[in-house]
């Protein structure tokens, strides 16, 4: 038996997105879900850091995960793993999700006692930041061996998300050329409000102040 | 003054995208144009890649490249530098090429005197995948870092290549969770007739093997 369902999403029939954001936003309000859209390029550590977030908040709160990818379900099987209510959204070749492929996903999650559902996209730094999904907040992930001039030729990505973390932070051994102040600097000319954290889903450094964003973010949520 | 020209391209009004892509690619034959569509995931090392192969090359060849980017023109720059002939193409937020925006690229690059190629496509996996440039060869980088899964969430991109270059070797020992054999098997499924070359765009380990064939795929569409 498989402890996670596998749905396939249908293209929106909304022309207007950002309307059809909106309304799920307010409908997330009304039931108090806590929706954080994950996004990254393929490989940059969605799953692993996901999976070391949940072990650390689990006893904490209720937490339900999407996992939308093209094809395959190794990311939701991994989230499973942990215990947690999740599924796997399969796009049908779409490079994003929108409000209402977003919705189809949190019906079938259903959310209403959760108190943090966490959307892992598309892996894609393109197409994902221009569909609003409906999420509370956007979080990115910047891996160090991507390099810190992505800012610079993803920026609409990095205008849109409030917390980018930049991930691997262990392997700055070895990408001698990416500087932690340079990439920081960049974001923060592309959106100042945006929080910047280093950390490693490997080792576990800088999960502190990732775990606190995420609590602070949902107490000042729900007040 | 700039030493690249940097033109922004504007959405294909073809309908028929595969019709389009067909013809440009008899264009290129006629005119003994290769052209060699290099993809790959934000930061996998397109743009070192591409100047490493250009300075072993650039002496035995005439070699152009075209530059695509959401933003931004720091590839363009870094690739002019080495004294080729390169355009920086704006594709103004699109999230991949298609054989007209490349044409348009073509005819600002001005190839007929040229033996190579190259359009460093957009950062992505997803969208660049869906659409024939009209390239002679299509080409992509998978970086260690991202890990060996890539193939198992995109497979339509490791479909359609005829050359992976699995880059970064030199990160292994830090990356010891990536198997090159599980890589090559996985990409080998999808795609029996792919080449797998493993390189260090940074230490140049492997580049006998891709410069090879590079040489190889030129002679035999001349012949």
């Not at 939308?68 to 999740?86: F, H």
């Not at 920081?184 to 929080?195: Q, S």
Request: proline share 3%.
């Amino acid at each position: 038996m498989e402890d996670f369902k596998v749905i396939e999403v249908k293209r929106s029939i909304f022309e207007d997105n950002d309307a059809d954001a909106q309304k799920l936003r307010e409908e997330l309000r009304t039931e108090g879900t806590f929706l954080l859209n994950l996004m990254s390029s393929p490989g940059a550590g969605k799953t692993t850091t996901l999976k070391r977030t949940i072990e650390i908040l689990k006893d904490e709160m209720k937490i339900g995960v999407m996992e939308a990818d093209i094809d395959s379900d190794v990311d939701a099987k991994a989230v499973a793993e942990t215990g947690v209510r999740a599924i796997q959204i399969h796009t049908g070749g779409m490079c994003h999700l929108d409000a209402d492929m977003t919705r189809q996903g949190i019906r079938e999650l259903e959310t209403k006692d959760l108190d943090l559902v966490v959307l892992e996209n598309v892996g894609n730094l393109v197409c994902p930041a221009e569909f609003d999904t409906g999420s509370t907040k956007n979080a990115m992930i910047l891996s160090v061996p991507e390099g810190d001039d992505k800012p610079l030729k993803y920026p609409l990505m990095f205008s849109i998300c409030d917390v980018v973390l930049i991930n691997k932070c262990d392997t700055l051994c070895v990408f001698d050329d990416f500087s932690k102040e340079s990439v920081k600097e960049r974001i923060l000319k592309l959106n100042p409000k945006a929080e910047v954290i280093y950390i490693s889903a490997k080792t576990g450094e800088g999960f502190e102040e990732w775990i606190q964003w995420i609590r602070r973010e949902i107490k000042a949520y729900r007040t």
